[in-house]
């Protein structure tokens, strides 16, 4: 399982985004099990990488599995409850 954050360098929302998830990852155990990715949209590795994952709006956050979709926000910062029982489900999903 992985996060990706797909956000622009120069955007305080995506920084937002990127320090929230961090903070909460921490917070709930979860930061040593599951990767955070920043992908800058402003590359053009970030820009096929965001292609692929079809984002238009930054940020756009994706919880993925095995490249397979589990949870995602775009335009947004992921809200914290959201964010939890995303990654609490996906967590209980994978120990089984």
Partial sequence: MRIEVFGKQG????QSTKNKLSHFLEKWGFAVKIPL??????????MAEGAFHDVIDVPTTIVS??????A?????????????????????????
């Fill in 65 to 70: 599995d095995d490249g397979a979709a589990l």
């Fill in 11 to 14: 955007c305080a929302v995506c």
């Fill in 37 to 46: 990715a920043f992908v800058d949209m402003e590359t053009d590795d970030g």
């Fill in 72 to 96: 995602r926000w775009d335009g947004t910062i992921p809200p914290s409850e959201d964010l939890k029982k995303a990654l609490e489900q996906c967590h209980l999903t994978q120990s089984r």
